[in-house]
């Protein structure tokens, strides 16, 4: 009974933190998705330079903790250039799921197998063509569970935007938790609200898995 | 199933390793120089660590730091995580619900930090940092409702003085330390009253409330106390009148 007066009491804050949460996740992704694309296209191209610049860029981003990226876009950057903290955060998540989007999309490329771009070959279809119509459908359903998996752990990771002071779920629910003296219930309630989260984006990639269905 | 069984016995050994009555836990922030820090030797050290070791040899107890988030320290002691938390926490009426306090044992006060050099600006509706549980953030809520929480006071000046955020309220010793250990261009702007400093026990724990008090007042009276407050700061900090 008192959970839900809780709840209910704080749910004016936790909905401007979801707000929040939801912008970073999204804006991070609509950079992530297209930078994941370019990156692992460069990786497939014939341009070593390309290829070595592509392969430093996964290294980089694997090798080090979001966190650190995130605090080196916020604090690091400040005498270049001073990002705004929304931005600094989306961008520095989107830098990092670009590499783990890059991934993906080679892994699934590279699962389909090479008689097929060899039979485009032979019917006389240019490499841009076969990608487009024969490749990247395929391609794009193995990926799905993949990639609604990766959106899920963005969205998560923006819980490490509340280092740099945004008022987003994690910080609201540290906050909250922290003044009354109660981590465990906001810690709770702030469960719920990412658990309604994830379980959209959930949503969505099983209906675009069914969508997908008749490929292959 | 006889190794399940080991590591179980293993596992549960580590996990509740005996209370040791002879050591005074304390928790401290190891964020708030120079009240407490982690020094070059990467242990724990500052103001509110040497008070915490001073008591605990009053107690004949060894004293054993342990550093835990302010935000949490409350939670903490209820939870019985550590004896006491002796972490510049201001007595307020609020945290007294949940927690004991001994008597003071310094004085300092809340103060506004700026950029500008401009004397008393006016806080209303400006973006305020503060760190996390801590009273300035209630301080903050009286002017704006753009509040900025981090979770070290350090890292809200540090941002402020890279040019983010307009104000921060932290304490006035904290914020000069830090401005004379290198942070650029901030200055102490105003002061928003005076606070007493006190030492958090756990309700259950009366005895030990009244143990710090004999202690703390016997550090007034031998000098110790004060000795400690001039090793920091140049002036005593430790009772109510040199506090301004």
Redesign the interface.
């Known amino acids: 009974m008192n959970f839900l007066i809780t709840f209910m009491d704080s749910a004016p804050l936790f909905l401007k933190g979801m707000g929040l949460t939801l912008l970073i996740t999204c804006l991070s992704l609509l950079f992530a998705t297209p930078l994941g694309l370019l990156v692992m296209a460069a990786g497939k191209s014939q341009n070593r330079l390309l290829k070595a610049f592509t392969r430093f860029y996964i290294y980089l981003v694997r090798g080090t903790p979001l966190i650190v990226q995130i605090f080196i876009l916020?604090?690091g950057l400040?005498d270049i250039i001073?990002l705004e903290?929304t931005i600094a955060a989306s961008l520095a998540l989107a830098f990092h799921n670009g590499a783990y989007l890059a991934e993906i999309f080679r892994g699934a490329i590279d699962s389909i197998s090479k008689g097929q771009f060899e039979a485009a070959k032979s019917l006389g279809m240019s490499r841009l063509l076969t990608y487009r119509k024969i490749i990247l459908p395929q391609a794009f359903k193995r990926a799905l569970p993949s990639i609604g998996n990766q959106f899920i752990i963005a969205l998560k990771d923006s819980s490490l935007a509340a280092?740099?002071?945004?008022?987003e779920l994690f910080?609201i629910a540290?906050?909250l938790?922290?003044?009354n003296?109660?981590?465990m219930t906001y810690l709770l309630i702030v469960s719920i609200y990412y658990l309604i989260l994830v379980s959209f984006i959930t949503l969505m990639t099983n209906l675009l898995e069914k969508r997908y269905f008749y490929v292959e | 199933m006889k190794y399940i069984t080991i590591i179980t016995m293993l596992i549960i050994c580590i996990g509740c390793q005996q209370q040791d009555s002879k050591n005074f836990k304390f928790a401290v922030s190891g964020e708030f120089k120079p009240f407490s820090y982690i020094d070059k030797k990467g242990s724990l050290n500052g103001f509110d660590v040497e008070v915490g070791r001073l008591i605990s040899a009053k107690l004949g107890l060894e004293a054993k730091p342990i550093r835990y988030k302010f935000a949490g320290m409350i939670e903490g002691l209820k939870a019985g995580r550590f004896d006491a938390a002796v972490a510049s926490h201001t007595i307020t009426e609020e945290r007294k619900k949940f927690v004991n306090f001994s008597s003071p044992y310094y004085y300092s006060g809340p103060h506004v930090f700026s950029r500008s050099d401009a004397k008393d600006i006016s806080l209303k509706d400006l973006e305020i940092a503060v760190s996390k549980g801590s009273t300035y953030e209630k301080a903050a809520k009286k002017y704006t409702n753009n509040i900025k929480v981090y979770d070290s006071d350090i890292t809200a000046l540090e941002a402020l003085s890279k040019g983010r955020h307009q104000v921060v309220i932290t304490d006035l010793i904290t914020g000069s330390m830090a401005i004379k250990n290198g942070l650029e261009n901030i200055h102490a702007n105003q002061s928003l009253g005076a606070s007493a400093q006190g030492i958090a026990i756990a309700k259950e724990n009366k005895k030990l409330q009244d143990q710090i008090n004999t202690a703390l007042k016997e550090m007034r009276s031998n000098g110790t106390l004060k000795q400690l407050s001039m090793k920091y700061f140049k002036r005593d900090i430790t009772s109510k009148d040199n506090s301004k």
């Open positions: 916020y604090f400040t001073k903290e280092f740099i002071s945004m008022n910080n540290t906050t938790g922290a003044n003296f109660d981590q």
